[in-house]
């Protein structure tokens, strides 16, 4: 990529833009953007030529042609480049979450995610105060049931330090997505599937959702259903001045934990009984 490119602006009489704009198209070889009565194209190469072309060409059809060109040199931006340099990583406890494009950390539990659609990179305080969570109580020996996986990045975790996941995503794009990390990171979950958590009549030792408040009040039963005697529930997503919605709906649970990190608040419980018996 050069460091520099030229802005051609071709105005005319909106009746040629199509005519021009087709000639200008074909002779350059680049991409045009063209509006009303003007057709702009940028290129990194030289415009002299395809300038004394365009000129030729008008001059063909009419000495009356109607057409000013003018030209600017721009400074390109590497966009990938911009991109990735916004991207930074993030270490929440005892992970170091990081796109491909920065190396692992050795002392690190490494968690490959690279930036897509899907929600989750670590950086959202709801995320974080998972990750937290997740250090702090998941065992190897743990099942877990990552609801609302988005980017896969919480049963990625959970995965890492050796407990059995599965997860499920309303949004096709991030179990889509998650799935992706898992392979990217080299993981492996039992089941990933599109839909919530009553799509499985499965019990777990860990269920985890950062979802918004009124979703988790909504799906209450299905996440408690999913809970076996002394399972743990963790969940996230829950401003503050909503939080009193989410303790109502779990409130036959036992509040282990509250973590807040700016106006985010997580809850950890867990349930003395199985729920369904
Ligand atoms: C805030 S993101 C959380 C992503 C990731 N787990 C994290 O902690 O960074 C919430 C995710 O929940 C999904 N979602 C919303 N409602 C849901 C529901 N009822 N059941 C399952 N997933 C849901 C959304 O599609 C979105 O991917």
Redesign the pocket.
């Known amino acids: 990529m050069k460091e520099r490119y030229s802005e051609v602006t071709f105005v005319t009489d909106s009746a040629y833009v199509d005519l021009l704009a087709d000639f200008i198209g074909t002779v350059s070889n680049e991409a045009i953007e063209y509006g009303e009565d003007r057709i702009i194209l940028r290129t990194e190469q030289d415009t002299g030529e395809l300038i004394d072309k365009v000129r030729a060409m008008v001059r063909e059809i009419s000495n009356d042609f109607p057409l000013e060109i003018s030209e600017e040199e721009k400074e390109n931006v590497d966009w990938i480049q911009a991109y990735q340099d916004s991207v930074q990583p993030i270490e929440a406890g005892p992970f170091y979450i990081h796109p491909e494009w920065y190396p692992p950390k050795e002392e690190k539990i490494n968690i490959l995610i690279n930036p897509a659609l899907?929600?989750?990179?670590?950086h959202?305080a709801?995320?974080y105060s998972?990750l937290e969570a997740i250090a702090e109580y998941v065992t190897p020996q743990d099942r877990l049931l990552?609801?609302?996986?988005?980017?896969?990045?919480?049963a990625l975790a959970a995965r890492k330090l050796g407990a059995t996941v599965e997860l499920?995503?309303?949004?096709p794009l991030?179990v889509e997505s998650a799935a992706e990390n898992f392979r990217l990171n080299d993981e492996r979950f039992e089941k990933i599937w599109e839909?919530?958590?009553h799509k499985t009549d499965q019990k777990y030792t860990v269920v985890?959702?950062?979802?918004?408040a009124d979703?988790l009040k909504?799906?209450a039963p299905q996440l408690k259903a999913r809970m076996e005697k002394d399972s743990l529930l963790i969940l996230?997503?829950i401003l503050d001045k909503k939080e009193a919605i989410v303790s109502a709906a779990f409130q036959d649970l036992e509040l282990l934990e509250r973590k807040q990190r700016d106006e985010w608040v997580t809850l950890i419980y867990t349930n003395k009984k199985d729920v369904n018996g």
């Open positions: 899907a929600f989750g990179s670590g959202h709801t995320t998972c990552d609801v609302g996986c988005g980017s896969g990045i919480l499920c995503d309303t949004d991030a839909g919530s958590a985890v959702a950062n979802i918004i979703v909504a799906i996230s997503g």
